[in-house]
């Protein structure tokens, strides 16, 4: 089992549609959580950055973690084609190192 | 500005050829990674730096090479022994420490002609 998981889709929706985005995970260990927003031919930009169970909300974006389930979530709502880009779930725990997602491509149609 | 700097955006490599990408940041950062990202892989760590003069394995270490002299370089060199290079190379860097997020650079396309 990888040690994270994320539907690489891609996921298409209409511009102002909430866009839905999981991970799920198996290393209990992990205590941060982020999602990185990637357009084509670019580095990965950090979106999102959460210590630990529970919300963060920034602009159209939310994030959500519940460690429970070993699972979070990323909404962006009121989608813009701006919004198209890949998005990569990334977790860590004390070494520094990153685990990543695959990344889910999504596609916001004007 | 702060940043991390990837450079050259393209390099192109004939088989059998060693190629230095370089990677440059004015963070005050003290850990660097360097990943490789392939169609549908997602982001492999190749290697990792926490430190000046120490530097660690990642998961895909086989045909690369690293050196961490000053901190805020940490060039990767690709080897004639990694048998596909052909690759996006992403560097990043972060405080170091639990608790921080990694910045990352732009990337360099690789292709071996």
């Known amino acids: 089992q990888k040690e994270v998981e994320q539907d690489p889709g891609p996921l298409s929706v209409p511009e102002g549609a909430i866009v839905s985005l999981n991970c799920t995970y198996s290393?209990?260990?992990?205590?941060?959580f982020m999602w990185y927003r990637q357009y084509s031919r670019k580095g990965p930009e950090l979106l999102m950055y959460t210590y630990s169970s529970g919300n963060k909300e920034d602009g159209r974006f939310t994030a959500q973690v519940d460690k429970s389930s070993k699972y979070i979530s990323l909404f962006i709502r009121d989608s813009q084609p701006s919004d198209s880009a890949t998005y990569l779930c990334?977790?860590?725990?004390?070494?520094?190192?990153?685990?990543f997602g695959k990344g889910n491509q999504v596609v916001v149609i004007p | 500005d702060g940043g991390i700097t990837q450079s050259p955006k393209y390099l192109f490599r004939k088989e059998g050829q060693n190629v230095t990408l370089s990677c440059e940041q004015n963070l005050n950062h003290d850990a660097m990674y360097w990943y490789r990202q392939d169609p549908g892989q997602g982001l492999r760590l190749i290697y990792y730096?926490?430190?000046?003069?120490?530097?660690q394995k990642g998961d895909i270490a086989e045909g690369y090479s690293v050196s961490r002299e000053k901190k805020e370089s940490f060039p990767l060199t690709v080897t004639s022994a990694q048998k596909n290079p052909t690759a996006f190379y992403l560097c990043a860097s972060s405080q170091g420490g639990g608790g921080t997020e990694a910045f990352f650079g732009q990337g360099t396309r690789l292709t071996v002609v």
């Open positions: 290393n209990s260990a992990f205590q941060y």
């Open positions: 730096s926490q430190i000046v003069n120490d530097f």
């Open positions: 990334a977790m860590r725990h004390g070494n520094n190192r990153l685990a």
